[in-house]
């Protein structure tokens, strides 16, 4: 269900960007820092889903089980390495698919990381000032 639906809200009520496994890269980010400096979004909101075919196809890359990506997949989804490798580190006996959902919650994580650190207009309207 489309979030301005949920909401009942209009053209640029709530701005939301979509991409595949919600990683926050340098168009993500400016449209976030858009959002934020000229539509004046209130609120930030990083979002992951339960089974999230792009954080699954990394594990399975990294674990030589996935198919072939196809030619610009991997430039978007390489920022979702970390945040599965973090997962496994986190959960050692963990192994296969059982860590996706661990890699998930982790990729949100990752994407605020990458999102803080290379947005310093971003960071500071955080609450707690990360700088």
């Not at 390495?81 to 059982?98: C, F, M, Q, W, Y």
Request: with cysteine; hydrophobic share 45%; proline share 6%.
């Amino acid at each position: 269900m489309p979030v301005e639906r949920i909401f009942d809200s209009g053209v640029m009520d709530i701005f939301v960007i979509r991409v595949a496994g919600n990683v926050c890269d340098t168009d993500e980010i400016g449209s976030i820092e858009y959002g934020l400096a000229h539509v004046n979004t209130p609120v930030l909101v990083v979002l992951g889903h339960t089974q999230c075919g792009a954080v699954t196809a990394v594990a399975h890359a990294i674990h030589g089980t996935g198919h072939a990506l196809e030619r610009n997949i991997p430039a978007l989804v390489d920022n979702i390495i970390p945040a599965v490798k973090r997962a496994e580190s986190l959960n050692p006996g963990i192994t296969s698919d059982e860590i996706i959902p661990y890699a998930i919650i982790e990729n949100v994580w990752q994407g605020i990381e990458d999102l803080f650190m290379n947005s310093p207009s971003t960071r500071n309207k955080a609450p707690n000032n990360f700088d």
